[in-house]
């Protein structure tokens, strides 16, 4: 199994600072790796495919990055409403799927 | 858009089974373009995948929850089901539902999701 490790666990950000959030694969997943927000009470929500693609509606402040086994969610000016947690997950050895275990993004 | 919403007992014994059905508007399950998938989330821990089915009825696993699991797919009311057996307090997790685009022979990310439904194991 492929494990998805997310770093840090917790990040302490003011709005309107760059954000960068990690996620490291146990092995290669090529570039199939895609990254989700969470807020309170709510469903996961896709911001970004194959690494470094936005899903639709996504804003362009968010990005990603890398391949193989480093990969990085950046968000470039933070706005009150990114204030949650986020997750990665991978599915390159299909049909098996991983989740990271999540950072939270909170207020500093 | 496509919305998928998820319906069933909030509240299962012990021993018994779970038993959700997730509705889909917008679109089709029958669609050959999309997998179809239960994901659950324990309160306040992380998100662990139950499982997928195609519109034909092929469906896959997450081998740690194998021998309880079954998916199901009605296309005629365009609901996919969820039945997990032997419940007990590890269980109580929301429970979603979700869509994964084909590409190609695989699946690699779910679009949209479904609100979820929190499902409690108790007696």
């Known amino acids: 199994e492929i494990v998805l490790t997310q770093s840090p666990a917790t990040l302490s950000l003011s709005p309107g600072e760059r954000a960068t959030l990690s996620c490291r694969a146990s092995?290669?997943?090529?570039?199939?790796l895609a990254w989700y927000q969470q807020k309170p009470g709510q469903a996961p929500r896709l911001l970004i495919y194959?690494?470094?693609n936005r899903a639709t509606g996504i804003p362009a402040r968010f990005s990603g990055s890398g391949s193989g086994t480093d990969f990085t969610l950046t968000i470039s000016s933070l706005e009150p409403e990114d204030f949650a947690v986020y997750y990665c997950?991978?599915?390159?050895?299909?049909?098996?799927?991983?989740f990271g275990q999540g950072t939270r993004l909170e207020i500093k | 858009q496509v919305q998928l919403q998820e319906s069933g007992p909030g509240l299962v014994k012990p021993s018994e089974t779970l038993s959700l059905t997730c509705t889909v508007s917008?679109?089709?399950?029958?669609?050959?373009?999309?997998?179809w998938s239960w994901i659950r989330q324990p309160p306040g821990k992380g998100l662990e995948w139950i499982g997928y089915?195609?519109?034909?009825?092929?469906?896959n696993y997450n081998p740690s929850l194998k021998s309880r699991v079954t998916i199901s797919v009605d296309t005629s009311k365009n609901q996919f089901s969820l039945k997990l057996s032997s419940v007990t307090a590890a269980d109580t997790a929301v429970y979603y539902c979700?869509?994964?685009?084909?590409?190609?022979?695989?699946?690699?990310?779910?679009?949209?999701w479904g609100q979820g439904t929190l499902v409690t194991v108790s007696s």
């Open positions: 089915i195609y519109y034909s009825g092929s469906t």
């Open positions: 092995q290669s997943v090529s570039s199939y």
């Open positions: 917008g679109g089709s399950v029958s669609s050959g373009s999309y997998y």
């Open positions: 997950q991978q599915r390159s050895n299909w049909p098996a799927i991983t």
């Open positions: 979700a869509r994964e685009p084909l590409m190609g022979a695989t699946t690699r990310w779910f679009d949209p």
């Open positions: 194959d690494a470094s």
